[in-house]
């Protein structure tokens, strides 16, 4: 029997409302994930990925940030509807984040045990030490070593690599079913980004929880993800399980990043970059976002924004060309 999905974001829009216009941040943003799956979600910085992740966790402040349209479904139950009282016992405890940078997640100030015990002890009805003897085995869990004596440490005397799996421990510290990692390897070397990748794919079995992993790194999709969304100015651009994307990627800002990434048997070629820049979200181009980029960008991308659509089976596109070829077709 399939699972039912954990997670679900349906419609999502969440826009900012400053002085120099309305920042569409995310518009129009649906997926679903089920318990023990990786979904990726991938674009460009300012495509609207960690906002999505931050809308879910309703950690958008208000104003200027306001979730304007949408749904996020968690085991059924709507989390815009609920009180900020209920999204506090939810927020840490069933779903967990791990942000993009630990070194302003992290209070510098306190040590790494009280800021342990304190989120433990928030969501769990349990001593000090239970909680001390908690956050022992959570760092153990995720390779500190001499976690006990670690715990009296401040977060400017980890490496990065340390920091960030102190983070995870802090995600993990309440057994979450969803857990969001935000860039999670983003600040740390090679050597250091395949052990939290490993780490995380681990603990993920181990506990069976969903992962949605936010990137912009093709390359940690291709290892630790089952789906993956592509996102570009606030939308999805294409979906599908990822090796269908990589095999046959459809859309032209796929096709984009799919150029930038190093081959070893091109070692003397220039990798391809996408011109242009990202369209301004507060003055967004009529027609396709992405037109004034595309090399493939037909007259009519510059007047219609065309519909986010299953053009073959699990594969979503949201693309002019696929819908030219089938007016052909038919």
């Not at 826009?15 to 089920?34: E, L, N």
Request: with cysteine; aromatic share 4%.
């Amino acid at each position: 029997m399939e699972q039912e999905p954990i997670l679900q974001v349906e419609n999502l829009h969440t826009h900012f409302f400053t002085k120099s216009g309305v920042v569409k941040a995310v518009d129009g943003v649906s997926f679903d994930i089920k318990p023990g799956e990786t979904l990726g979600i991938v674009g460009e910085s300012g495509s609207g990925k960690s906002i999505t992740a931050m809308s879910i966790m309703r950690l958008i402040k208000d104003p200027p940030g306001k979730i304007v349209d949408g749904r996020v479904l968690f085991k059924g139950e709507n989390l815009l509807e609920k009180s900020k009282k209920e999204m506090r016992s939810i927020r840490g405890n069933q779903i967990s984040m791990v942000f993009q940078d630990p070194m302003t997640s992290l209070n510098p100030v306190f040590t790494v045990e009280k800021q342990m015990v304190e989120t433990i002890q928030t969501h769990r009805k349990v001593s000090k030490k239970e909680a001390i003897d908690r956050a022992v085995e959570l760092l153990d869990l995720v390779g500190i070593p001499s976690a006990r004596s670690r715990l009296k440490s401040y977060p400017h005397e980890f490496s990065g690599g340390m920091r960030q799996r102190v983070m995870i421990a802090l995600a993990l510290s309440c057994d979450p079913e969803v857990l969001i990692a935000d860039e999670p390897t983003t600040a740390l070397d090679v050597t250091i980004q395949a052990q939290i990748l490993e780490l995380l794919e681990r603990l993920q079995k181990e506990l069976g929880m969903a992962i949605v992993m936010i990137t912009h790194d093709l390359g940690v999709v291709a290892e630790v993800c089952d789906r993956v969304m592509v996102m570009y100015a606030g939308k999805p651009v294409e979906f599908s399980e990822v090796t269908e994307l990589f095999d046959h990627p459809k859309h032209p800002y796929t096709w984009g990043l799919m150029s930038s990434i190093p081959q070893i048997k091109n070692r003397q070629d220039r990798l391809e970059a996408i011109s242009g820049l990202p369209p301004d979200l507060r003055d967004l181009p009529q027609g396709c976002s992405f037109a004034p980029r595309c090399k493939h960008a037909m007259d009519k991308c510059h007047e219609v924004d065309p519909a986010f659509r299953e053009h073959i089976p699990a594969h979503h596109v949201r693309c002019l060309l696929y819908e030219e070829k089938e007016e052909v077709t038919t």
